[in-house]
């Protein structure tokens, strides 16, 4: 197996060979993935102190992943900075790899490369990749009594959304806010044939995360909408739909999470309208306003 050169690839290595790693190493490559800008710029002894994970395991890591050492694998997450040194520009992330921002304060061209970059992530959402999971998703709706929606920070607007399409297209369902400090009483209400669909993205806020190991203890199908199964959430779910939006200095689109929201709530409508048990009329769906 060649060697992943840029950092896509390195996320795709990671992910291929998870199952293999130990639970160190997993912890590690995790923070690989999380703190690209901290592994390019920092020794591994510096970055065992921030992660609070032995400066060997990175070492051990790097050698799984067929690299010589931490150095070579160091230099993937060097490579970008370094094709941007000596300039003002930014990068703006996306599933294809990076798009030069050239001027930062040039409006236009933010939205240009931008609109761009969302364009490279829909693409790639296109191609159907995710199908599977999709439908996945769909069958565990189906199933489930009530459906349950959480997502925090920026998550917030996709799992709003979601609520709100999935209870218009018939389909009983909670938003979990969090309002008021009563998150865990929240979550406690899901019951096990229940189902919990969380959206949670880089750095994934922890109150997402700790409501999706609460509901998983208790039982709770759990389907993650997120950019990696390596995700503190994608490692517990029971199906993972992997979305990667375009992103510039901390500026996440949510353009695809949107439309893994508007696919799931569409496709629950019309595999219900379909089903001899379906509730919904063509006339319905037409005034759905979602």
Same mark, same amino acid.
């Not at 197996?1 to 912890?27: K, N, W």
């Not at 297209?169 to 909670?174: A, D, K």
């Not at 994608?234 to 200095?249: C, P, R, S, W, Y």
């Not at 949510?254 to 089903?275: D, N, P, V, Y």
């Given at each position: 197996?060649?060697?992943?050169?840029?950092?896509?690839?390195?996320?795709?290595?990671?992910?291929?060979?998870?199952?293999?790693?130990?639970?160190?190493?997993?912890?590690a490559a995790r923070f690989?993935?999380?703190?690209?800008?901290?592994?390019?710029?920092?020794?591994?002894?510096?970055?065992?102190?921030?992660?609070?994970?032995?400066?060997?395991?990175?070492?051990?890591?790097?050698?799984?992943? =067929?690299?010589?050492?931490?150095?070579?694998?160091?230099?993937?997450?060097?490579?970008?900075?370094?094709?941007?040194?000596?300039?003002?520009?930014?990068?703006?992330?996306?599933?294809?790899?990076?798009?030069?921002?050239?001027?930062?304060?040039?409006?236009?061209?933010?939205?240009?490369?931008?609109?761009?970059?969302?364009?490279?992530?829909?693409?790639?959402?296109?191609?159907?990749?995710?199908?599977?999971?999709?439908?996945?998703?769909?069958?565990?709706?189906?199933?489930?009594?009530?459906?349950?929606?959480?997502?925090?920070?920026?998550?917030?607007?996709?799992?709003?959304?979601?609520?709100?399409?999935?209870?218009?297209?018939?389909?009983?369902?909670?938003?979990?806010?969090?309002?008021?400090?009563?998150?865990?009483?929240?979550?406690?209400?899901?019951?096990?044939?229940?189902?919990?669909?969380?959206?949670?993205?880089?750095?994934?806020?922890?109150?997402?995360?700790?409501?999706?190991?609460?509901?998983?203890?208790? =039982?709770?199908?759990?389907?993650?909408?997120?950019?990696?199964?390596l995700s503190p959430i994608?490692?517990?779910?029971?199906?993972?739909?992997?979305?990667?939006?375009?992103?510039?200095?901390g500026f996440r689109s949510?353009?695809?999470?949107?439309?893994?929201?508007?696919?799931?709530?569409?496709?629950?409508?019309?595999?219900?309208?379909?089903?001899?048990?379906?509730?919904?009329?063509?006339?319905?769906?037409?005034?759905?306003?979602?």
């Open positions: 197996m060649a060697l992943p050169e840029t950092l896509p690839e390195l996320r795709d290595c990671i992910a291929a060979q998870h199952e293999q790693l130990t639970g160190r190493l997993r912890d690989l993935i999380d703190n690209p800008h901290e592994i390019a710029l920092n020794t591994v002894a510096e970055l065992g102190k921030r992660s609070s994970i032995a400066p060997s395991a990175y070492i051990r890591l790097a050698q799984a992943l =067929g690299f010589a050492g931490f150095k070579d694998l160091q230099r993937v997450f060097r490579a970008p900075l370094q094709q941007a040194a000596d300039t003002h520009s930014e990068r703006i992330r996306h599933f294809g790899g990076e798009t030069l921002l050239e001027d930062p304060s040039d409006v236009g061209g933010i939205l240009r490369e931008f609109s761009q970059a969302n364009i490279v992530s829909l693409e790639h959402l296109a191609e159907g990749g995710e199908q599977a999971n999709i439908e996945a998703a769909i069958v565990h709706l189906q199933g489930a009594r009530t459906t349950f929606v959480i997502g925090m920070r920026r998550a917030f607007p996709v799992a709003a959304y979601l609520s709100y399409a999935l209870s218009r297209v018939g389909r009983r369902t909670v938003h979990i806010s969090g309002a008021g400090g009563t998150l865990p009483e929240q979550v406690s209400a899901i019951a096990d044939d229940d189902l919990l669909i969380a959206v949670s993205f880089p750095p994934y806020a922890n109150d997402t995360v700790e409501a999706c190991r609460q509901a998983t203890q208790a =039982g709770v199908t759990l389907v993650a909408i997120t950019d990696s199964v994608g490692q517990i779910a029971d199906t993972v739909i992997e979305v990667n939006d375009a992103e510039l200095l949510l353009t695809a999470s949107f439309c893994i929201a508007q696919t799931l709530a569409m496709g629950l409508a019309f595999s219900e309208r379909q089903s001899d048990s379906g509730t919904l009329s063509h006339d319905r769906l037409e005034d759905i306003d979602c």
